[in-house]
C-alpha cells in the first residue's frame, strides 16, 4: 500500500534511504510512502500523488508510542476528586478496580483503552503489566486461561485495537517498605505477586515461549518499584531482563515517601539501591524520576538508562515536576507516556515536558519541537525495544500518524511548531503495520466512546461500587 503525505515529518536528510534518518527532523511536502508488509520500503520527497495511492493531508507524524501505561487506570478517570484526593486515596480505589477485573472483563476495558489510544495517534504502547492471577491470589486455571490469562487478554485486546503491545510484566512481592525492611502483600494487593522472582521468571518464561512467532507482541519486564521489590530481587529481575535482551522498566521516585522509606531502610536513595542491584543501563527506563537528588540524576545519566516522564499523571497526583533537561543532559533519554490515564494523548505529555520545564525554570524552549517529537516518537519506540520504529524511514514500520492542521486548534500554525498545539483531538488517520486503524478520526473497531462508557460501567458495577471516593490505603 502506498500513502501519499501533503506533509510529512522526515528525519536527518529526509531521503528515505536506510541510515540517513538521524539528527533533527523537519516537515517535508509531499512525500509518497510505500509499504509492504508493514514496512516502508520507500519514501520520495516531493512526489506527486498517484492514483491508488492513501492521501493523508495536514502533518503526518511517524507513530507515536506510549511508553507507560496502566491500562485498567482508565476506569479511574474524572472518580477520584472528591474532597481534593491524594496520591493514597487514588490508590485506594485502584486497588477496589484491580480486585474486579477477570480476563474477559480485563480484555473489553483494554480494547476501549488501547483503541482510545490509537485514535490520538498510538501506535505502540507498553503495557506495564501487574494484575496477573485471581483476586484471591492463585493463578487462573486452565479453564480461565491458565497461569497467564490476563496477559493474553492485554494481546488480545491490542491485536483488535491495532496498536503495537510491549508486555512489560511486572515482578511485584512486596506491598511496601518500612524501616524494618519490606513487607508481605496486602490483601488487596494478592494477585500482583508470583512469591519469588524464580517464579515470576517461569511464568514470564512460558510467555515469551507462547508469544514467540507473534510479531506485533514483545515481551519486556519490569520491577514494580524498590518498595515492593527487594535488592536481590532487583538483581534477579535485572538478570532476566539481560540474559532476554529484553527492555527492563521501573517505576522510580514518584512520590517523597518512597525515597524516605528507601532512605530509612538501607540508607540510600532508590536510584542507587538501582544502580547497586546491576538494574539501570541502556536497556532499563526509569519512570517518573520525579525526586532525585543530583547524585541520583548522574547515575542514570552515566548509565544510559531512559527516563519516561508522564506530565499529565505527575500533575493530576500531585507528584511533582521531573528534571527533564537535568536527566537529558547526564546521558538519560526521554520518552512519554500517559500512565494511569487521566489522558491519553501523548503529544500533549510530549508537550508537558517543556511546560513543566518552563513551570521549574521561567525559561521556554529547553526543548524544541524536534526533540518533542522525537520524545513522542523514536525514543519510546526504543525504550519499548523497538529500536527500528519512529520513523519515517526505509525499513521502520509501517506506522504513520495525520495530524489535522486546519481544526480550530491547528489552524494558521506553522506545521513545525505543531506539536506544540496539537493534540489528540487533531489526529484525524493512524497507519500501524501498513493497515488504516483510524480513519477520518473513526476507529476501524467503531464508537470507540460507547465501548468505553459500557465496560467501565460494568467494571465498577462488579467493584461494588459506584463511585471511588477512596481512604488512606
Known amino acids: 500500500m502506498t500513502f501519499w503525505c501533503e506533509r510529512a515529518w522526515l528525519s536527518g536528510g529526509g531521503d528515505g534511504v536506510r541510515g540517513s534518518d538521524r539528527g533533527p527532523g523537519r516537515v517535508v511536502e509531499s512525500v509518497r510512502v510505500e509499504t509492504v508488509d508493514g514496512r516502508i520500503v520507500a519514501v520520495e520527497p516531493g512526489a506527486p500523488a498517484s492514483d491508488g495511492d492513501v492521501r493523508l493531508g495536514g502533518l503526518v507524524l511517524p507513530g507515536l508510542a506510549n511508553t507507560h501505561s496502566h491500562a485498567f487506570h482508565r476506569a479511574?478517570?474524572?472518580r477520584t476528586h472528591a474532597d481534593g484526593g491524594s496520591f493514597w486515596t487514588w490508590r485506594a480505589g485502584m486497588y477496589a478496580l484491580a480486585a474486579a477485573l477477570t480476563p474477559t472483563l480485563y480484555e473489553r476495558l483494554a480494547r476501549a483503552v488501547f483503541a482510545e489510544m490509537a485514535l490520538g495517534g498510538t501506535t505502540a504502547v507498553g503495557e506495564f503489566h501487574y494484575v496477573h492471577h485471581r483476586a484471591d491470589g492463585s493463578p487462573h486455571p486452565a479453564h480461565e486461561g491458565g497461569p497467564n490469562a490476563m496477559a493474553e487478554a492485554l494481546r488480545s485486546a491490542a491485536r483488535d485495537a491495532g496498536?503495537?503491545?510491549?508486555?512489560?510484566?511486572?515482578?511485584?512481592l512486596h506491598g511496601g517498605l518500612g524501616p524494618a525492611g519490606h513487607e508481605p502483600l496486602a490483601p488487596e494487593q494478592v494477585r500482583f505477586g508470583d512469591g519469588t522472582v524464580e517464579a515470576w521468571a517461569?511464568?514470564?518464561?512460558?510467555?515469551?515461549?507462547?508469544?514467540?512467532?507473534?510479531?506485533?507482541?514483545?515481551?519486556?519486564?519490569?520491577?514494580?518499584?524498590?518498595r515492593a521489590v527487594a535488592p536481590s530481587e532487583l538483581a534477579g529481575v535485572a538478570r532476566w531482563a539481560q540474559q532476554a535482551g529484553a527492555p527492563l522498566h521501573v517505576h522510580l521516585s514518584e512520590q517523597p515517601g518512597e525515597n524516605e522509606a528507601a532512605l530509612a531502610a538501607f540508607g540510600v536513595t532508590p536510584t542507587r539501591l538501582l544502580h547497586d542491584a546491576g538494574?539501570?543501563?541502556?536497556?532499563?527506563?526509569?519512570?517518573?524520576?520525579?525526586?532525585?537528588?543530583?547524585?541520583?540524576?548522574?547515575?542514570?545519566?552515566?548509565?544510559?538508562?531512559?527516563?519516561?516522564?508522564?506530565?499529565?499523571t505527575e500533575r493530576d497526583l500531585a507528584d511533582g515536576i521531573a528534571p527533564g533537561v537535568r536527566l537529558l543532559r547526564a546521558g538519560s533519554p526521554l520518552s512519554v507516556g500517559t500512565d494511569q490515564h487521566v489522558g491519553a494523548d501523548v503529544l500533549a505529555e510530549a508537550r508537558?515536558?517543556?511546560?513543566?520545564?518552563?513551570?521549574?525554570?521561567?525559561?521556554?524552549?529547553?526543548?524544541?519541537?524536534a526533540t518533542l517529537i522525537e520524545l513522542a516518537t523514536s525514543a519510546g519506540?526504543?525504550?519499548?525495544?523497538?529500536?527500528?520504529?519512529?520513523?519515517?524511514?526505509?525499513?521502520?514500520?509501517?506506522?504513520?500518524?495525520?495530524?489535522?492542521?486546519?481544526?480550530?486548534?491547528?489552524?494558521?500554525?506553522?506545521?513545525?511548531?505543531?506539536?506544540?498545539?496539537?493534540?489528540?483531538?487533531?489526529?484525524?488517520?493512524?497507519?500501524?503495520?501498513?493497515?488504516?486503524?483510524?480513519w477520518d478520526g473513526e476507529h476501524r473497531a467503531g464508537d470507540v466512546a460507547r465501548m468505553l462508557t459500557d465496560v467501565i460501567d460494568e467494571v465498577w458495577a462488579a467493584a461494588g461500587q459506584e463511585t471511588t471516593q477512596g481512604s488512606e490505603a
Open 279 to 312: 538494574a539501570l543501563g541502556p536497556g532499563t527506563t526509569a519512570v517518573h524520576a520525579v525526586h532525585l537528588t543530583d547524585d541520583d540524576v548522574a547515575l542514570l545519566g552515566a548509565s544510559g538508562t531512559g527516563v519516561c516522564l508522564c506530565p499529565t
Open 163 to 172: 496498536v503495537h503491545l510491549t508486555l512489560l510484566d511486572t515482578c511485584y
Open 381 to 438: 519506540h526504543a525504550a519499548l525495544g523497538r529500536p527500528d520504529a519512529g520513523r519515517i524511514a526505509v525499513g521502520a514500520p509501517a506506522d504513520l500518524v495525520a495530524v489535522r492542521l486546519d481544526t480550530a486548534r491547528t489552524a494558521g500554525i506553522d506545521p513545525a511548531q505543531a506539536i506544540l498545539v496539537a493534540g489528540a483531538s487533531d489526529v484525524s488517520d493512524v497507519v500501524a503495520r501498513g493497515e488504516l486503524v483510524v
Open 202 to 226: 517461569h511464568r514470564l518464561d512460558a510467555l515469551r515461549t507462547a508469544w514467540a512467532d507473534d510479531d506485533r507482541v514483545l515481551v519486556g519486564a519490569a520491577a514494580h518499584s524498590v
Open 352 to 369: 508537558g515536558v517543556e511546560e513543566h520545564e518552563r513551570l521549574a525554570t521561567g525559561r521556554r524552549g529547553s526543548f524544541d519541537p
Open 76 to 78: 479511574l478517570r474524572g
